[in-house]
């Protein structure tokens, strides 16, 4: 069973333009919502990430929105450049807790 | 600062042959240390989870197993490997204790099975 959901499977955005991934969650019980940004052989490095107590959380070109009421996420990559071509893995998890579940990513593809 | 290393960087094996990965943490005491395998385009799936030495939470039935000999040391381990046994697999640790939110990830070891 998929705790997180997310979508798209992939994106092709132009340069300038805002690129935009979606996650969705069932356990209300989770209180840490993290995005990750993956390079093609590289690990997976931690983007930005926020607790449900906000709305909205901006970090440079990188703004999460969150609706708690409707159990969902969202990445914004304004401004997207050819360098944020990557692999972004949502996730979510809950304090006191061990394990985080994973969205099974967005492959992006910013065009110069 | 913490650092998580992992080794080694790439390796080819053959079907049938044993496994054995490692990950270490540097920079921190009684992390939770975990195991993923990435498949080509996939997303990432846990294997292995620990939050202290000799605790292991295994998550999928599998030929692989998992151990903690030491604090800062996870190992990943198979006595012989499947043909899909290949893939990515990352290490990642987080404070334990319920102390941190943030996971982070290890560089990642590339295991081809052929």
């Known amino acids: 069973q998929q705790q997180v959901k997310q979508s798209p499977q992939s994106l092709i955005v132009q340069k300038g333009g805002i690129s935009i991934i979606n996650c969705a969650y069932e356990?209300?019980?989770?209180?840490?919502f993290p995005w990750y940004q993956q390079f093609p052989g590289k690990g997976p490095a931690l983007l930005i990430a926020i607790r449900p107590d906000v709305s909205e959380k901006k970090e440079g070109r990188f703004t999460i929105s969150f609706n708690k009421s409707a159990k969902q996420f969202s990445l914004h990559i304004m401004d997207s450049q050819p360098g944020d071509s990557a692999t972004y893995f949502c996730a979510a998890s809950m304090l006191p807790g061990n394990q985080f579940y994973f969205g099974t990513g967005t492959s992006l593809t910013v065009i110069p | 600062s913490q650092t998580i290393h992992q080794w080694p960087a790439t390796l080819v094996q053959p079907v049938g042959s044993p496994l054995s990965l490692e990950c270490t943490v540097e920079g921190t005491s009684n992390p939770n240390l975990y195991w993923y395998r990435q498949a080509a385009g996939r997303g990432l799936q846990l294997l292995f989870y620990?939050?202290?030495?000799?605790?292991i939470s295994s998550e999928v039935p599998q030929n692989l197993s998992a151990s903690r000999p030491q604090d800062r040391q996870f190992i990943l381990s198979s006595k012989k490997l499947l043909l899909s046994d290949s893939g990515f697999y990352l290490c990642?640790?987080?404070?334990?204790?319920?102390?941190?939110?943030?996971?982070?990830f290890g560089p990642g070891t590339r295991l081809l099975v052929l």
């Open positions: 990642a640790w987080r404070l334990g204790g319920g102390r941190e939110e943030t996971q982070y």
């Open positions: 620990s939050v202290g030495i000799g605790q």
């Open positions: 356990n209300t019980a989770f209180d840490y």
